[in-house]
């Protein structure tokens, strides 16, 4: 008879290769709006304003996707913890995959005026929705089903999904470039968005596959449900929300810094080919596949509190060196930047982070508590970073401007991934008070994460 581990095994690895797929479908999604709104939607759909602020208005419908995610969280998370993960994934790509489809069906600003911008950002609404629930469901599958020495490893596994997805949608975005900017401004721009219309079969196909995760499937069989999930998790473990969004701030605030707001100040400002900036950017993520891995098996050998202050250290230096290196206008040394900085040092802690994230709440609101945390980090670090970015150049003239920025929000969340650290070793041990029914009488409820570290 085959081994524990050798049975469980397949299973781990085909449950953490359908979290990637999706994952990796919804980054495509989300990569590809991003060049967009960096490239060619200023003049698609805000053509009467300035370039400054066409670049704003820009911006801003990319800050709706991250604003909503939060939103998205809280629903999918709430049918996450109540019903399972593996519908949630199912819906989030069904619902990502058909928006982004329509915004590939979208007339411009010349063909429907203004509306074409406020079709755009509802889409941009829908989509940031569908996101908030797609990540915390991707890294609790894979999460859930690892052993626990090897969840670091497994949990990082569907975070190569932006790395993957970036890939895709870079790659797609980077041929449509290379169009007449007639032809690319009339029909080419379209084509990466429809294009997840076979990535979204793909990804259900895969999805559909798999079992419910196994800790979920305890937490129904034991009655250990609760029935208001985000409640619960804002009752009593609103810190471990707190810590994630910090956690990941900073990493946020990078992720967008160096894909967005640096294209499209290096293609405005510097006059850099945008091909230039959509192969180095292509380049790191090919990178940051086995760094984002490496990150995760490290972070189970040597434990995540270490990985967290090297890797926040690791990215505050790289953002410097990489906007030195955009500033030279150089492209081989461009690209060296987004290999080193984007594709390395980033990496460092990324790759460890899902792992940290989940562990710091019981099963029972995980889904909800971790998926609430990132978004919460994604509205302030991401979706507002490049209307902070473009402002901030605006008023001092100094890239290094937008540089410091990021890295004080790095050494934020140096901070709060070392107190998520010692939360984690405790939340094994916090159990959330169920909800209880109307007249019924009051239980005492479970300690909080605060009452455990006293």
């Known amino acids: ?32 709006y991003g060049l967009a709104a960096a490239l060619v939607f200023p003049k698609l759909f805000f053509p009467e304003s300035d370039p400054f602020l066409g670049t704003l208005a820009t911006f801003a419908t990319l800050a709706v996707g991250y604003l909503s995610r939060p939103l998205g969280a809280v629903i999918f998370g709430h049918f996450g913890d ?11 790509l069904l619902l990502m995959g058909t928006v982004t489809m329509l915004i590939g069906l979208l007339p411009t600003y010349d063909q429907i005026g203004v509306w074409a911008a406020v079709i755009l950002v509802a889409l941009r609404l829908l989509q940031g929705i569908a996101f908030g629930g797609e990540w915390g469901g991707a890294i609790l599958m894979a999460f859930e089903y690892a052993p626990a020495e090897r969840r670091g490893f497994f949990a990082a596994v569907p975070q190569v999904g932006p790395a993957t997805g970036s890939i895709l949608g870079n790659a797609v975005f980077l041929l449509v470039t290379l169009l007449p900017e007639d032809q690319l401004l009339s029909w080419g721009w379209r084509v990466p968005f429809l294009l997840s219309a076979v990535l979204v079969v793909v990804g259900l196909v895969i999805r559909l596959k798999i079992a419910e995760s196994p800790e979920f499937s305890a937490v129904k069989e034991e009655g250990r449900d609760v029935k208001v999930p985000v409640a619960t998790v804002l009752r009593q473990h609103l810190r471990g929300v707190l810590l994630v969004a910090g956690g990941f701030l900073g990493f946020g605030a990078f992720s967008i810094t160096v894909m967005a707001y640096l294209v499209n100040y290096s293609t405005n400002q510097l006059a850099i080919s945008p091909t230039v900036m959509l ?3 292509l380049l790191a993520f090919v990178i940051q596949i086995p760094m984002i891995l490496l990150s995760g098996h490290l972070s189970d050998r040597m434990g995540r509190k270490p990985i967290m ?38 990496t460092v802690a990324y790759g460890a982070q899902p792992a940290l994230f989940a562990e710091s ?3 029972e ?6 998926s ?22 605006q008023t001092t003239g100094n890239p290094y401007s937008v540089a410091l920025f990021v890295a004080l929000l790095l050494l934020v969340s140096m901070f709060c991934l070392v107190r998520l650290s010692g939360l984690a070793q405790t939340a094994r041990g916090v159990r959330p008070a169920p909800t209880p029914a109307i007249g019924a009488a009051p239980t005492q409820a479970a300690p909080t994460e605060e009452e455990v570290l006293a």
């Open 1 to 32: 008879m085959a081994s524990k581990d050798t049975t469980e095994r397949p299973t781990v690895r085909r449950v953490a290769a359908a979290s990637l797929a999706g994952n990796a479908i919804e980054y495509y999604d989300f990569s590809i």
């Open 365 to 370: 609101i995980r889904f909800t508590g971790m």
């Open 309 to 346: 202050i090297v890797g926040s250290a690791a990215a505050m230096v790289a953002i410097f060196a990489m906007f030195w290196a955009v500033g030279t206008a150089n492209a081989p040394v461009i690209v060296l930047g987004y290999a080193i900085g984007f594709g390395m040092l980033y």
């Open 361 to 363: 709440f019981v099963p």
């Open 372 to 393: 609430l945390g990132y978004q919460l980090a994604n509205v302030l670090g991401s979706g507002f970073t490049p209307l902070i970015a473009a402002t901030l150049l």
């Open 279 to 281: 192969s180095a950017t």
């Open 82 to 92: 109540r019903i399972g993960r593996k519908p949630m994934l199912v819906v989030t």
